[in-house]
C-alpha cells in the first residue's frame, strides 16, 4: 500500500520570500504521478503542479516548483516570491497509475504574512 | 467548459435520514471519483466510476453507502440512515478519457454535510 506523509503541519512565511514543503511517498511502483492541490479557505481543491514519474526534469508552474527525487521518494514544493492569496492549505498527493485514486498527505497549511 | 458541478453545497440531515449528494462532471469526462474530507483531515479515497460501471469501491464503507454513475445524469453519492460521523466535505472530481498526457482530477467544490 502506498503512503504519503507531510511532515510540517504548518507554515509561515512572509511576503515575496519563499518557503518549501516536503512530502515523503512510499510505494514498489516504478511509474506513478505526484501532484500538490491547494485548498484555500473556500475550500476548492486547485491543481498546482504535477509530476510523472519517469520524467528526470522537475517540473515548474510559474512560481511553484518541485523537488522530486525519485530514489528518495521525495516530493517537495517550492512557493517563490510567495503572495498573500498563496496562504492555504497545501496536500500532496499520490497517483499510482494514470488513472485511479488520488491517495492525499495530511496536508500543510501556509500562512503568508505582509 | 464548466467545472465539476456539485449540488447541494450544504446539506443538513437528522440522524437517520438519507443523504444524496449529486455531481455532474466537466464536459467531456467520463471518470468520476469521490472523496471524503473529515474536519481536519486530508481528503480520503472513497469510490471511481466510470458511466454504469463502478471500478473501484475499495474507500468506500461497507453498509448506508452507495454510489452510481448513470448512462444519463449526474453521479449520486447515497448515505442511508445517516449518523453524526457522516459530517464531512464530500468531493467528486471528474477526469478525461485516460490518455498519456490528460489524467489529472479536477475537483467540485464540495458538498458539506452536516448530521444533526
Known amino acids: 500500500a502506498q503512503t504519503v506523509t507531510q511532515s510540517q503541519p504548518e507554515m509561515s512565511v512572509q511576503e515575496a520570500e519563499t518557503v518549501t514543503l516536503s512530502c515523503t511517498y512510499d510505494?514498489?511502483?516504478?511509474?506513478?504521478?505526484l501532484f500538490w492541490y491547494k485548498q484555500p479557505p473556500s475550500r476548492q481543491m486547485i491543481l498546482v503542479i504535477r509530476?510523472?514519474?519517469?520524467?528526470?526534469q522537475n517540473a515548474t508552474e510559474n512560481r511553484f516548483s518541485v523537488n522530486f527525487q525519485k530514489a528518495a521518494k521525495s516530493f517537495s514544493l517550492k512557493i517563490s516570491d510567495s503572495q498573500l492569496g498563496d496562504t492555504a492549505m497545501y496536500f500532496c498527493?499520490?497517483?499510482?497509475?494514470?488513472?485511479?485514486?488520488?491517495?492525499f498527505g495530511a496536508g500543510t497549511q501556509v500562512v503568508v504574512t505582509p | 467548459n464548466a467545472g465539476v458541478m456539485q449540488n447541494p453545497r450544504h446539506l443538513v440531515r437528522r440522524r437517520g435520514q438519507e443523504a444524496r449528494l449529486r455531481c455532474s462532471p466537466m464536459?467531456?469526462?467520463?471518470?468520476v471519483y469521490w472523496y471524503r474530507q473529515l474536519p481536519e483531515e486530508g481528503l480520503k479515497f472513497m469510490v471511481y466510476?466510470?458511466?454504469?460501471?463502478?471500478?473501484?469501491e475499495s474507500g468506500m464503507p461497507k453498509e448506508r453507502f452507495s454510489a452510481e454513475f448513470p448512462k444519463e445524469g449526474p453521479s449520486i453519492l447515497r448515505i442511508q440512515q445517516v449518523v453524526r460521523g457522516d459530517s464531512a466535505a464530500y468531493f467528486c472530481?471528474?477526469?478525461?478519457?485516460?490518455?498519456?498526457?490528460?489524467?489529472?482530477?479536477?475537483f467540485g467544490p464540495g458538498t458539506r454535510l452536516t448530521v444533526t
Open positions: 464536459k467531456g469526462h467520463s471518470h
Open positions: 466510476l466510470q458511466k454504469e460501471n463502478i471500478i473501484d
Open positions: 472530481a471528474s477526469s478525461p478519457p485516460i490518455t498519456g498526457s490528460s489524467y489529472e482530477q479536477y
Open positions: 509530476q510523472e514519474a519517469y520524467k528526470q
Open positions: 498527493a499520490f497517483m499510482r497509475d494514470s488513472w485511479g485514486k488520488l491517495q
Open positions: 510505494t514498489s511502483e516504478s511509474n506513478y504521478y
